[in-house]
């Protein structure tokens, strides 16, 4: 009596534990595609950083370009001026 009634307690907890693994599983594969899909977009937010931090180099020597011809303009003019 004892062995039926452990038998039907487990069983019970095996359906219970389907019923609730069921509707997980039926989500796994449009899971997969948003993690796919955000394994995507985390490599191109990466070649983004990337590309801004070659754009932020390119500026600062830009940058240090433009001061280099504005001092040199300043002593042109100081020598036309004066």
């Given at each position: ?67 280099t011809t504005q001092r040199r303009m300043a002593v042109i003019k100081a020598k036309r001026g004066g």
């Open positions: 009596m004892v062995k039926w009634i452990v038998l039907a307690v487990v069983l019970f907890a095996l359906v219970v534990f389907v019923l609730a693994l069921r509707p997980v599983l039926a989500r796994l594969p449009r899971l997969r595609r948003a993690a796919v899909a955000l394994q995507r977009r985390a490599g191109e937010a990466e070649a983004l950083r990337e590309t801004a931090e070659t754009l932020q180099a390119r500026a600062e020597a830009l940058q240090e370009q433009l001061d």
